[in-house]
């Protein structure tokens, strides 16, 4: 292995601890689901009762464990760009193989669906009878395999790294000149990223006013990327001021003032709840409206925070980039 | 002698099979059925090994019926989940156990609020509610003694105090005097009396004497072998 | 909850034996992590300040593979490529001092002429008439601590290659901006230096080239490389590199070890914690009985486990701090500096990144409630109606 890093070392025998429990919960849930009899008074379902527990608890400690240790990763990666020749920052240690990019799209999915389920198992539990539990367990069933890619590609991605190649620096990546989907974004015209941009904030605020959670959450799912997007395409290079410095990840270094760990946060925040507020009204669940409420806010204050560094400049220097 | 009015709690022909299937199999409840009037006094009673603490575990849904159904004020609490069903405890059962089953490391105090914990209250609610039942049960003067040193007079008024802390409509004893003298096992006798006035629906399982044929008492129920005599 | 973490506290004081027993484990095991990656961090940062004193690239002649020396006349060859705005020739070497057993580092200076280091141009500029006008010598601290320990106290008679003597008087102590690499260190003119070593005019030890633009550093590299096929030509961004992989090397081969340590340790306690006694299963039993959930019971473990952990981990980096940049790390420094005579006297530079916070926190504090999780749960969900007979 070429890239024995401490951090490399930490991050897979983290991963290893998250596969134990995340295989452990996977084969409870699978005897839950086959074996689960609310009716019944057998003591295989007392096991079960008590085991849902166990998966329970394992999935909010893989979550909430997931959520600093994606920010380590990156912070990983970014430590690993000063060996890899080229790199600047995480976006080239992202690209040095094939698996970087669909591991991190992955990431970020999987970090959605277990808050999701720990949302619908909160709600569940607030049933005397939890009716939800065999679709509960039934759904982890269906994130487990994912979570097993995630881990699959993240070893791949780490042992595939070659020191020893030259990978591309953000600056190249997300140029307009390069043919990939996300350059193709970039090289948009900026009033039609802008537009999608606020548009779809724009849609999402007016769910929340109409109490409309499908639409919230249906706005929310395609802000996430859209932001990202215009995060590269337009706001990050106020955030740098260098017209052609397009990357999501040197907003995270602290030439910046780790602004990007803020403003992931609070995007974070406010996608998951426009998408937790209509799970939660499909389950019932009253809180609904006050997480549409946090989904609004979230929303706003990454809208805001991202919007304010090209007003800053233009009121500074009084000319776009 | 049933009050009118509201059931508090309804047993509905309630079996409890242990090790089901199994060489050991044993059948602790066999077809019980009552019901308890709110405000009422009822005497379970019984020898040892009858069923009645299966009974009572079942009626605070710390166990589920093997058959049948527990309803407590129209709830079925014998069907809730483990969350629910310790919810169900938290705030309508008071529960005096055999040999009182203080936390011994914990202060009189400490041990009064237990119940109150996962509740949201903060330390003046915890602090005047745990005054009042000290108050009313003359322990306040110990509530910072360790459990450990109380006599069995203050022992048995501090879980007194600790199942009335939080105010529930129903209190269940479990042998509240097997291990009493007697002058204790009447102060008991007089708390039972004390709660009754105060409108609690009270259950007391035992097979001491002393509780037989009470006044007070609204009704017996005799249990023997896990049946109900006389049924 | 916060009366739950409350009784939380008050629990682990009652059990205080067993979790006194934890605690001070889980605190050694973090405060020796901690104290290692300090030192490599430290150590890390001490050799890359060196490291950006470093010519951006070097030129070395190679002959049957071992380095020789290079004629100056190709500096002059390299200085006309383009992107490079300097070559200069460098005449250095190592002097064996064998009373004392030491190797000294003599690094030659051109008078009047310009040095490739900012240090080594404020040195010469300071010394520069003397340096041209007699055999003087500038030394680092060390050299002059260990010349005046062997009656060298003024000047020193170097050995040539013919065995005749040469006496060079000491003019000055150099004051290097970091003392790692500059402690052993002699200047002296060119000119002196290839008499000491018997070298000749036209001949240097190496060309050190700058180059202004650092993307041209590459293209520069390969086109010496081109004119002279029998040179090395070492950049300093492939030193970073290599030195980089050392150290990422060394602490990753201890952190392996180390997470050995630590699942041994975890399973051991794993082992404990299942283990509940009759009294703690009676007071589970009896929290249950009296309205607590499975969850209430499972969240005053997980607030026992991380006021266990959290504790241990900060009063065990405080520690590590304390230990490393106050007491200099005995034992641990010399562990990764070796026990060279001339290099002892370092210090190590303070820095405490949250890098290495984190990567020592996420090491321990998660792999520690992990190891708790699958007993809590076993804990709280024990049978409560034993209890009530």
Redesign the interface.
Known sequence: MTLLSPEVIAVLMLDGILFFFASLAFLLSLRIVLRWDERATTPLQYTLQKQAYLVATVIAFIFYLKLPLFLFFIYTLDLLSNILPGAMCAAGVTTATVYGMPLFGLKIANLYLFGLWLAAHRIDMGYPTMPYTRVKFLAYLLIFPLFVVEEALELLHFFGINPHVIVSCCGTLFSAAKSSAVSAFVSLPLPVTLGTFYGLFGLAVWAWRKQRPLLSALANLLFVPVAILSLIAFFSTYVYEMPHHHCPFCLLQADYRFVGYLMYAFLFFGTFFGMAAWLAKRMGYEGWRKWLLFSVIGDFLYVALVSYYPIAFYLKNGVWL | MQKEGLNMVEVKGVSKVFN?GRPNEMTALEDVSFAVGEGELVILKGPSGSGK?TL??LI?A??????GEVVVAS?PVS??????A??????K?G?V??KF?L????SVY?NII????????DEEA?KERAQRVMETFAIAHKANEPARNLSGGEQQRTAIA?ALV?DPPIILA?EPTANLDADLSHAFLSYVGQMKEEGKTVIIATHDPLFFDLAITDREIALRNGKMEGA | MKNLFAFALGSLLRRGAKNLFIFVIFFLMVFVLASVFMVTHALKKEMFTTLSALPQITVQRIVAGRQTQIGVERAERIARILGVSQALPRVWGFYYFPRAGVNYSIVGLESFGQQYRADLQKAADLYVEKLAAEDVMIVGPGVKKSLAEHFYPESFLFVKPDGSLKKVRIAGVFKPQTVLESNDLILMENSLVREIFGMDESMATDIVVRVPNKEEIPTVARKIREIYPDTRVITREDLRISYQNVFDYKSGIFLALFIVAVFTFFIILYDKASGLSSEEKREIGILKALGWKIGDIMRVKFFEAAVISLTAYLLAVTAAVAYVFMAQAPLLKHLFTGFSVLKPPFALPFTVDVGTLALIFFVTVPVYIAATLIPSWKAATLDADEVIR
């Open positions: 089901a603490s009572l575990s605070a710390l166990q589920k019926p093997t058959r709830e069907r809730f989940s483990e969350d629910f310790a919810l169900y405890r938290r705030r059962i529960f156990f055999q089953n936390i011994p490391s914990l400490e237990t119940p109150l914990l996962p509740e949201k209250l915890l600790r939080n479990d």
